[in-house]
């Protein structure tokens, strides 16, 4: 199907119409699935893309998503072109089953065989469509809420492909299951609208790593939907990754159906994208379950990542833990909404929520609302939300005991992010996202440790070098290689003195010697 311009409509047509006449004749499905398409993007054209002026997006500003043309893809590139994308991946080589989609399309080439069978079902939608339709039929689209959403309208009216998980009962996978979506980003405005549906019946147990990221130099979006319903005494941990292009767009919703005495963990890590935003909805639909969520995002440049949420206490006797810290730098923000909604019948809800936000520079800009909707007169709630920069204190204690200051910053920026990292169950993912944070961070630290040395540092060296005496030639070198023995220990500790100088000038902080 050629991947055709679709405009949004204009003020002169009938919207719904526009749209109706877009999805005629396309293959996107069984019929019963047409009407949902149609009254969805009826949803979307009456509603229209949020703006600031929402309660729920005042923000996040989303007119460069609108602005962008739509261009819906439902194939992926050549075989030929995607040669070794998968080891692009942050969770490559996983040990577990992996589903590759390039621009919302399955890819089989790159992907692992189907699993049919011993309870579990691992399969792309397109496929599931033929091999169990009045399953899908009865679950499809069920949990997400088009009315709410606008984005997630556009996905139910435009998704053609996607996950389709289903863990039968009292079955344990013990291998995690690998979703891959790779944006080619091949063509300006390229957009994609995966929909996942997770269904983890009584008494099993799995994890899920969902993972996004980019290739091209185009400017992408990505609007996925992933449900679940999760039945009795289930395990789930669920991980998503969202590490695409920083000229991308990336919009999600995640909503969860829980059920009695289950377990569900989600882990959210925002990395990459111009403007990311994550719609958490989940409902805590029976007594004695547990449900934690937790994210951690960095942004610098001008990224925003956006993360919002709605926990549902609809039973009595249930937990729910949110934790989510941010990393912001230089001119990016950080948005954070969390909702605890518990209705009038969940008594003894237990629930906490936990915002915390580290501003590394003056420019950075966290935007923070933790909420509490309490109907019910029996139980523990709390919310709480920080923003700030470095801790004082603990860069003064750290400083005291002999630690530089530059090597104290990184240490709380790594243990910061760690309080995320550190909740996922799983030893392989949380090991390597353990490293992928702690790499990212380096980067962050070394670049603009680099650009001090280049400037501070050697301007200091360059005066020493004009003021040294001329009866001999010392030779300053890093202090990683051995000192040159030209250098007599009197000039070479001056020169490093005047290094550690320039840089701690620079960060506008008093002097400490490594």
């Known amino acids: 199907m050629p991947n055709e311009v679709m405009a949004f409509p204009s003020s002169d047509i009938d919207p719904r119409q526009s749209l109706f006449d877009q999805l005629d004749g396309r293959s996107l499905g069984p019929d019963w699935l047409l009407p949902i398409r149609k009254a969805a993007a009826a949803r979307f054209a009456d509603a229209g893309f949020p703006t600031v002026r929402d309660e729920d997006w005042r923000f996040t500003n989303i007119a460069p998503i609108r602005d962008l043309a739509f261009r819906p893809v439902y194939e992926a590139p050549a075989v030929e072109v995607l040669s070794g994308v998968t080891e692009q991946s942050l969770l490559a080589r996983l040990d577990g089953l992996q589903l590759v989609f390039v621009d919302g399309a399955f890819v089989p080439e790159l992907s692992g065989d189907r699993v049919n069978g011993d309870g579990v079902y691992v399969s792309n939608l397109k496929q599931a469509f033929l091999d169990d339709p009045l399953y899908l039929q009865e679950h499809i689209t069920r949990y997400s809420q088009t009315d709410q959403n606008a984005f997630t309208a556009l996905n139910t009216a435009y998704f ?279 790499n990212r961070l380096e980067e962050w630290a070394h670049g603009r440790l680099d650009a001090l040395i280049l400037w501070m540092g050697m301007k200091r060296l360059l005066w020493l070098e004009m003021l040294r005496p001329r009866s001999y030639r010392p030779v300053i070198e890093s202090p990683s290689m051995p000192v040159s023995r030209h250098t007599s220990p009197k000039s070479w500790e001056a020169a490093t003195r005047w290094w550690w100088t320039g840089i701690c000038s620079a960060l506008s902080t008093p002097m400490a010697m490594p």
């Open 160 to 438: 053609a492909d996607g996950a389709v998980i289903r863990i039968g009962r009292n079955t344990a996978v013990e291998r995690p299951l690998h979703l891959v979506f790779v944006a080619s980003g091949s063509e300006e405005g390229q957009t994609a609208n995966p929909r996942n549906l997770i269904a983890v019946e009584s008494g099993a147990s799995v994890t899920i790593a969902e993972e996004y990221f980019g290739l091209g130099e185009s400017a992408t979006f990505t609007n996925v939907v992933t449900e679940f319903v999760v039945g009795a005494n289930a395990r789930v941990e669920h991980v998503k990754v969202q590490d695409e292009r920083r000229h991308s767009f990336h919009v999600a919703g995640i909503y969860a159906q829980l059920g009695r005495d289950c377990r569900f963990r989600s882990h959210s890590f925002a990395l990459g994208a111009k403007l990311s935003r994550n719609n958490i909805r989940t409902k805590l639909d029976g007594e004695g379950l547990e449900c934690v969520l937790n994210g951690l995002y960095l942004t610098k440049g001008e990224q925003l990542a956006d993360h919002h949420m709605v926990v549902e206490h609809a039973k009595p006797h249930c937990e729910s833990h949110e934790y989510f810290n941010g990393i912001l730098d230089e001119q990016s923000r950080g948005v954070f909404h969390g909702r605890i909604l518990v209705q009038p019948h969940a008594q003894k809800t237990d629930a906490k929520q936990t915002n915390k936000n580290l501003l590394l520079s003056d420019g950075a800009t966290a935007n923070t609302k933790p909420q509490l909707e309490i109907y019910a007169d029996d139980v523990k709630c709390t919310h709480g939300a920080t923003i700030g920069q470095m801790d004082e204190e603990a860069i003064f204690y750290l400083r005291a005991r002999g630690v530089p200051l530059v090597v104290a910053r990184r240490m709380l920026m790594h243990a910061f992010a760690g309080e995320i990292v550190e909740r996922i169950e799983h030893d392989a993912i949380r090991e390597r996202l353990d490293g992928v944070t702690w």
